[in-house]
């Protein structure tokens, strides 16, 4: 018996909203609402459903009757294929009023508490050719376009370098021009690919498992320093050096030139031995004269210029006199740690990575920063009544937590020892206000402040204060 066909087909539906994850948000004739692909606030559209849940559908454009006056013209050529910039289409001033009401509906909503008046978000000075890390995938079956499935032209090279296409790991899209960093990152993408293409370096193809090419990861900081690594999917030793001293010789402004060898079936990296081939294996990121060494494996904020304005957020939040002692939860490479420290008595940064640790006490042995100390471990395993009786009473917690928020084991033990203030920092507001209306018998939100580091995405950071009440 044939599968009965359960898209449905609306029309004149008009936009009313842009939700979670990039979706635009309208409402169904039978009140269900409908999530809608690359849709801005103000259209009208025909739209066909591809996903019916009990709630809402999820649907795709069809048709646009007439265009918002919110939407702009999408800067890049591969918008609504990548996946990469879903806001690309929307004008920057309206992407940061929905990413603003994104943060006070879930705060208000989710985490139901009492809430002062919320800041206007911080914008980006630069709404492109902001991130300082991108990472691409070579492929030797790359993403064809209908257009080339259905021309009558035999493609027979099928290699490309680029993203992957969302919901296809197996698919990547060959980009000639990224809009999202700073030259020189386009022209070794493309002289990778085209010298790989001219020497018959093969292309990796996840599905079987051959191919030498893996991953190119491209990182720069405001110093004007970069590092390129070259994953390699096996070892061969010819073609390797090939390829590393094109790139050393094609781009002498590369300052770090790594590899990684890595014959595991997935491309992560953060197991494997990085090699230094040429100039330093690290960078070097500066920021208020204090400078971080940044290695193939470290974590580091992606929109640097941005990142100093969160932590300039954070620090003011925390409103230090000198005399507290500062717990650093969830510190990475202990970044913001080092950027309080001095206007604390004592910071304890305390991270899950062990890397990022080490990372954290040599920089800051190197910025000479000698009030900061650093511990590995799981967070819920580590941040223990013992822990605080061998390290002292924090007067002041900073917490930046990754997607998924603090685990309840650390707000109990937070909420045991009560420190006088919590400085907040989220990637995620829908699980800030989950941890806040935990908090909230103890702690009143004082200060709320939305900071945008994504320009052309959804994505939002938001910096909250919590003061003890009375």
Known sequence: MARKNKRKQFEAVLVTDAGAKGKAVAKAP?????????????????????????????????????????????????????GGCKWQNMQYQHQLFYKQQ???????????IELP???????????????????FSFSSNRWLSLEEINSEVEIDNKNGLGFHIPGMWDKILDIDKCHLQEDPSNAIRNGVKQFAVENELSFFNPRTQEGLLRTLMIRTTSTQEIMVLV????????????????????????????????????????????????????????????????????FYQTNSEQAYELYKVTRDFADLTGNETVYDLYTGTGTIAQFVAQKAKKVIGVEAVPEAIEDAKENAKNNQINNVDFFVGD??????????DTHGQPDVIITDPPRNGMHKDVVKQIIAILPKRIVYVSCNSATQARDLAMLDQHYKVTQVQPVDMFPQTHHVENVVCLTLRD
Do not use: H, W
């Open 117 to 135: 008046e919320i800041t206007p978000i911080l914008g980006s000075e630069k709404t492109y050719f902001y991130r300082n890390k991108m990472e």
């Open 102 to 112: 994104e943060v006070e509906n879930n705060l208000k909503r989710l985490g139901q």
């Open 231 to 298: 994953q390699f999917f096996y070892e061969d030793k010819i073609k390797r050096e090939l390829l590393l001293n094109f790139l050393k010789e094609r781009f002498p402004e590369i300052n770090s030139l790594q590899y990684v060898v890595n014959e595991k079936a997935n491309d992560t990296i953060y197991d494997q031995e990085v090699i230094c081939f040429y100039g330093k294996p690290y960078i070097v990121e500066e920021m208020e004269g204090l400078q971080f060494k940044i290695n193939a494996k470290s």
């Open 379 to 388: 967070m819920k395993n580590v941040f223990t009544q013992n822990f605080i």
């Open 30 to 82: 039978d009140g269900k609402v409908i999530f809608i692909d690359n849709a801005v606030p103000g259209d009208v559209v025909n739209v066909q459903t591809y996903k019916k849940r009990t709630a809402y559908y999820q649907a795709k454009v069809t048709e646009t009757l007439s265009f918002s006056d919110k939407r702009t013209a999408p800067l890049c050529d591969y918008f609504g294929t990548c």
